[in-house]
């Protein structure tokens, strides 16, 4: 079956600091990968996607790129804020089916 | 505002209550989802409504009991629960039914529930 490996957090940085939140996955078809975030008390917002092999989705100063040959979808920073310590869920869609996520990771950004 | 509205936000009852989460959107999507989302456990897909028909009911004890009158509103009715019951739980919307590939999902804000 379908399934998105994250890493385990707390990932914790200082402000500015580069952040990478390591995600690969497994699927049966040719799936949609997602990047989603969500913020203390509240629900999940998507954050970027990516449809197809060597696409980058950004937003907010965050990137990641599909990378078939890898199974990948790493989600990266330049510099993080301390408004970015949320919960970052990594997710997959195979069309027809519901989104598969991942666990969930938590960062944690001080000043 | 995300478009998904969930209500109330906070939520406690007894476990011989009777109660109902609702969510509602106005994005003109027609598939709509209710997840769990437990204290260090994965987010848990309950159940799935596209075009108003559930199409899918992943296990969920029958004292969870959903309903989709119209694509517009989705409620979670809740009777006799137990304290691990007590979650956040998610609704979500998206285009095209199911073909959410190209789309993902949007979330509400959640109703954090407390079964004492």
């Known amino acids: 079956g379908d399934s998105v490996t994250q890493m385990e957090g707390p990932v914790t940085l200082s402000e500015e600091a580069f952040l990478t939140i390591n995600c690969t996955y497994t699927a049966t078809g040719y799936p949609s990968l997602f990047w989603y975030v969500q913020y203390p008390g509240e629900g999940l917002q998507l954050l970027l996607k990516?449809?197809?092999?060597?696409d980058k989705g950004s937003n907010k100063g965050f990137e990641a790129t599909y990378r078939k040959e890898t199974t990948s979808f790493h989600l990266e920073k330049g510099s993080v804020q301390v408004s970015d310590s949320a919960v970052y869920f990594c997710a997959l869609s195979v069309r027809y089916s519901t989104l598969t996520f991942g666990k969930g990771t938590m960062l944690l950004v001080s000043p | 505002e995300t478009g998904v509205t969930q209500t109330p936000r906070h939520l406690v009852m007894g476990m011989t209550n009777k109660k109902s989460l609702k969510c509602e959107q106005h994005?003109?999507?027609?598939?709509m989802y209710w997840y769990k989302q437990s204290a260090k456990k994965p987010l848990e897909l309950m159940f799935v409504y596209s075009l108003e028909e559930r199409v899918e009911n992943n296990s969920v004890p029958s004292r969870f009991s959903p309903e989709c009158p119209n694509s517009s509103h989705l409620f979670l009715h809740l009777h006799t629960l137990q304290p691990e019951d007590s979650a956040l739980y998610l609704c979500?919307?998206?285009?095209?039914?199911?073909?959410?590939?190209?789309?993902?999902?949007?979330f509400g804000s959640g109703t954090r529930l407390t079964v004492v």
């Open positions: 990516a449809t197809k092999a060597d």
């Open positions: 994005l003109g999507h027609n598939a």
């Open positions: 979500a919307s998206s285009q095209d039914g199911l073909r959410a590939a190209n789309y993902g999902y949007t």
